[in-house]
T-cell receptor, first 113, second 112 residues
Framework: SQTIHQWPATLVQPVGSPLSLECTVEGTSNPNLYWYRQAAGRGLQLLFYSIGIGQISSEVPQNLSASRPQDRQFILSSKKLLLSDSGFYLC????????????FGSGTRLTVV | DAKTTQPNSMESNEEEPVHLPCNHSTISGTDYIHWYRQLPSQGPEYVIHGLTSNVNNRMASLAIAEDRKSSTLILHRATLRDAAVYYCILPTYGGATNKLIFGTGTLLAVQP
């Protein structure tokens, strides 16, 4: 069966520090991968998606970047965190264009202080 | 991009059916209707999806209007664990993949 892993679950980082969040998927090949962010009390915002290794599409301009170094690995990064980067970060995967829905990870709650 | 409109919040009593409405008047003929829910402090969870015909699964039923301009998610017997934000979404085609753009959803409160 397919599973998605995200870590860490909780993170507190100072302003100006770097960030690296990792997401990995097991049990499937060539998934579409997505990063979402949910600010406190707000809706889910799609940040990045990827249809293959090295292929990243950005949805909104921001202080973040994404990379996909391996088929089932998706990384969200920042060189210098801002207070506004605080939020609940979620990784999700889907299978190609066959519409079987998204599966979300358990998320990382990031607090920038 | 086709948009959806949902009530901000709804209340239900435990063990009673819940009908969560969604309007999508600009839906195109190939747009699927998806429903997800998000429990507190968790990622969204797929509930159900459909195109034209009504759909049933172990979690819920989806009733789609004949003109497809609206749909209703039906929870047959609400439990306290069904308290969540429910999102009705029409996936957006993003070049090589479909994207889920979440709106504000409906916050469902279930009273014991």
């Amino acid at each position: 069966s397919q599973t998605i892993h995200q870590w860490p679950a909780t993170l507190v980082q100072p302003v100006g520090s770097p960030l690296s969040l990792e997401c990995t998927v097991e049990g499937t090949s060539n998934p579409n991968l997505y990063w979402y962010r949910q600010a406190a009390g707000r809706g889910l915002q799609l940040l990045f998606y990827s249809i293959g290794i090295g292929q990243i599409s950005s949805e909104v301009p921001q202080n973040l970047s994404a990379s996909r170094p391996q088929d089932r690995q998706f990384i969200l990064s920042s060189k210098k965190l801002l207070l506004s980067d605080s939020g609940f970060y979620l990784c999700a995967w889907s299978v190609g264009r066959l519409w079987t829905g998204y599966t979300f990870g358990s998320g990382t709650r990031l607090t920038v202080v | 991009d086709a948009k959806t409109t949902q009530p901000n919040s709804m209340e239900s009593n435990e063990e009673e059916p819940v009908h969560l409405p969604c309007n999508h008047s600009t839906i195109s003929g190939t747009d699927y209707i998806h429903w997800y829910r998000q429990l507190p402090s968790q990622g969204p969870e797929y509930v159900i999806h459909g195109l034209t015909s009504n759909v049933n699964n172990r979690m819920a039923s989806l009733a789609i209007a004949e003109d497809r301009k609206s749909s209703t998610l039906i929870l047959h017997r609400a439990t306290l664990r069904d308290a969540a934000v429910y999102y009705c979404i029409l996936p957006t085609y993003g070049g090589a993949t479909n994207k889920l753009i979440f709106g504000t959803g409906t916050l469902l409160a279930v009273q014991p």
